[in-house]
C-alpha cells in the first residue's frame, strides 16, 4: 500500500515537472500567477511600445508608405499588412493621409498574462488628405479624438501590438472575448 503511494505520488510530481517545464513561458506565468511579477516594468515597455508604434504609423501614412522603420515597427504582420493596404488604397488616388498625433493618455492596462494584456488610450490625431506628388492639402486638418484598444502580445521579451480597435471618444468599449496564454 505504501509503495502505491509514493508510486502514484511520485507519478504526479513527474507529470506535473514535465507541464511546467514544457511550457513555453511556465517560470514567468508561474511569477504572474503568485502576484511575483514585475508589473510596473511591463506596463512602462507597453506604454513605450505603444508610443513607437504610434510613431511608425503615423510615419508610414505621412510618407506615403515608405518602409524605414519598418523592421522596429512593433506591430504583428498582419498589422502591418492592414496599415499598409490602407496606404496603398489612397496611393491609388494619389493622395496620402497625414497623421499627425496631438495627446497619447493610456486608461488602462490589463496582463491577461506575463505575454498577453491590453491596453486602453485616449489620442487625438489632426488628420488630413494631401495630393501625393504636390503634397498640397485637399482637406483641412481636423482633430479626431479617439480611444484605442490595443492588444499586445511579448514575444522574445519585446512587447507588439496584435491588434487595435478603434472607437470614437464617448464609444463604450466592449469587454474582451479573448483566451487567456
Known sequence: MKKTIMAVLAGIILSSSVSFFSHENSLENAAFHLGLDKRSAEEKAIEETLNLFNKHFATFFNTGGNLQGLNEFPAAN?????????INEWSKKDQVIVYDKDHFELETINMLSP???????REVWFLSV?????RKHLSPSKANPIRVRYLM????????VLEYEVFSEKDDIPEMNIERS
Open 153 to 160: 502580445k511579448k514575444v522574445n521579451g519585446s512587447w507588439g
Open 115 to 121: 505575454v498577453t494584456a491590453f491596453a486602453v488610450a
Open 78 to 86: 498582419m498589422v502591418k499588412r492592414r496599415i499598409f493596404q490602407e
Open 130 to 134: 494631401q495630393d501625393r506628388n504636390t
